[in-house]
């Protein structure tokens, strides 16, 4: 069964310094992988995708993420925060299910808390 | 830019009740599904639905929980007796297709069960 580890449950940073958030996951094939953000009261916003190709991708608001099939890792990356990015931030990996249609499987959250 | 809508927002309801939770996903999308976080923990799959039947569905999904799309635009999930623990925030999705395309979440219903 395919699982999703985000070992931070809280990151806290300034705002304009880097930022990495871990993801690894667990999956049999080869994974598809996402990110999503979401805000408070909000629902999850996809921020970007790896389907197969370039193994580092490049997503909306700046974030970043490459897909290391050796660590089975998936980290996202943004190298200078903004105060608006402050949120929960979840890493999903998709599967095929025999009814060919994509499931999801979430992480736990990283929430991110910006510092002015 | 096209989005999937779903309603109410916030729904309150007595330990028993039905309820019926409404999604309108993007119009040209052919994949659809329900997820839901119970407070602090994961966002959870509970069913897929697929040429109007479900594809797929989590253990999770018992018999309280029902899918339906009763006509070419709503995608609803009914929940027949409520009980405390169904309590949560519920997502839907859909995706225009399953090999290639990402979920569209909604901005979620939220449910509490007294």
């Known amino acids: 069964a395919q699982s999703v580890t985000q070992p931070d449950i809280h990151i806290t940073v300034s705002e304009g310094a880097s930022l990495e958030l871990r993801c690894n996951y667990s999956?049999?094939?080869?994974?598809?992988l996402f990110w999503y953000v979401q805000s408070p009261g909000q629902g999850l916003q996809l921020l970007l995708k790896?389907?197969?190709?370039?193994?580092l991708v490049q997503g909306i608001k700046g974030f970043e993420a490459e897909f290391k099939r050796s660590q089975s890792s998936f980290n996202l990356r943004k190298p200078s925060v903004h105060w608006s990015d402050a949120a929960e931030y979840f890493c999903?990996?998709?599967?095929?299910?025999?009814?060919?249609?994509?499931?999801?499987?979430f992480g736990s959250g990283t929430q991110l808390t910006v510092l002015p | 830019e096209p989005e999937v809508t779903q309603t109410p927002s916030h729904q309150v309801t007595q330990m028993g009740q039905e309820v019926i939770l409404r999604c309108v996903p993007i119009?040209?999308?052919?994949?659809f599904y329900w997820y839901r976080q119970i407070l602090g923990q994961k966002v959870e799959f509970l069913v897929s639905?697929?040429?109007?039947?479900?594809?797929?569905k989590s253990e999770i999904f018992d018999d309280q929980f029902s899918v339906e799309r009763p006509d070419g635009s709503n995608f609803t999930l009914k929940i027949r007796s409520t009980k405390l623990e169904d309590s949560a925030m519920y997502f839907c999705?859909?995706?225009?297709?399953?090999?290639?395309?990402?979920?569209?979440f909604g901005e979620g219903s939220r449910l509490t069960v007294l």
């Open positions: 999705a859909s995706t225009q297709g399953a090999r290639t395309g990402e979920l569209f």
């Open positions: 999956y049999g094939a080869t994974p598809y």
């Open positions: 790896y389907f197969s190709g370039d193994t």
């Open positions: 999903a990996v998709g599967s095929i299910s025999s009814g060919s249609a994509r499931q999801l499987t």
């Open positions: 119009s040209n999308h052919l994949y």
């Open positions: 639905f697929y040429n109007n039947e479900i594809s797929e």
